[in-house]
């Protein structure tokens, strides 16, 4: 999961699909980008000396419901969580994403699409080392029931999330996902989901225009109205899992850390990141030596400190 070097695609990756709050139908192009670019998005439908958009925490706009960017010129992309999901997952550390339309294509309502094809694809090691962040202090975020932490954890990151609902389908749950375990695919196959009663009052606000039972599981009372349930039985924590994953990739570099939350989303975890990585006493940035094991992705890791 952990490698000392930069990371980009081998090859350029088309993808095409629905927005799930505009209803748009949107064509990705996924590109390699050299080293320290970071992923940028560019929208190839406005003025190129307007449209790139860099994937920060510094540029997140009202991430109520989605995660939306916004450059300075006010172009934004929106729904980018679980591409960045993908990204963070597989490795991916510098990459354009050109985008003829203002949100990314929700596709399945989950990140499979998107990790099959930078599979596929192909992935390319970079001559650069890459540098991790490193917590050093715990920092919390809470917003009356509903906190977000995170606190020092050395070489791995974890995502300790807890999911509260009324619904009696849904309930309380809680699930720890360790990334050195490489045990992604349930976190990447899980789907977006909603409850039926909720569906008037977000379309009434200009939502949920391109959403329907193909790209979101629908909960009403204690059923599910997809006629294939669920894939997996912890299929709603994993996702907001998933989400939470996403969001931490606009840290812009991966974070060795315990992220801990309890009905948590995605303005919690903006809020979150801008508070911890405003104070340089919180955090140190890293890169690591080591060497992989048998092709699974792990590594044995030593901490270096480098400057930021």
């Known amino acids: 999961m952990f490698t000392n070097l930069q990371k980009t695609i081998e090859n350029s990756i088309q993808l095409k699909g629905t927005g ?20 940028l998005f560019k929208r190839t439908d406005v003025d190129n000396t307007k449209n790139i958009i860099e994937a920060s925490y510094k540029n997140v706009s009202s991430p109520v419901l989605c995660t939306k960017i916004k450059n300075s010129y006010g172009v934004s992309v929106s729904t980018i969580e679980h591409l960045m999901a993908a990204f963070y997952g597989e490795g991916i550390d510098n990459v354009l994403v050109e985008i003829d339309a203002p949100e990314v294509p929700i596709m399945d309502g989950s990140a499979f699409d998107f990790v099959t094809a930078i599979r596929s694809y192909g992935i390319q090691e970079q001559n650069c080392s890459k540098k991790f962040i490193k917590v050093l202090k715990k920092i919390e975020v809470k917003d009356g029931p509903k906190y977000i932490s995170i606190e020092p954890l050395t070489n791995d990151l974890i995502i300790d999330f807890e999911i509260v609902y009324k619904n009696p389908l849904i309930r309380t749950r809680r699930k720890e996902f360790k990334l050195s375990n490489g045990d992604l695919v349930s976190i990447y196959n899980s789907k977006t989901f909603c409850l039926y009663e909720d569906i008037d009052q977000i379309k009434s606000r200009g939502l949920a225009k391109g959403g329907s039972l193909e790209n979101a599981i629908v909960v009403k009372e204690n059923k599910i109205l997809n006629e294939d349930g669920l894939r997996y039985r912890d299929e709603f924590v994993n996702h907001k899992i998933l989400d939470c994953l996403g969001d931490l990739m606009l840290s812009e570099h991966r974070i060795f850390g315990r992220v801990v939350t309890s009905q948590g989303g995605h303005q919690l975890t903006n809020v979150l990141l801008k508070e911890f990585l405003s104070d340089k006493s919180n955090w140190e940035f890293v890169n690591f030596e080591g060497k992989q094991e048998n092709n699974k992705d792990k590594a044995y890791l030593r901490p270096i400190a480098v400057n930021a």
């Open 20 to 39: 799930l709050h505009n209803g748009l139908i949107a064509n990705l192009c996924l590109k390699p980008a050299e080293a320290n670019s970071g992923i």
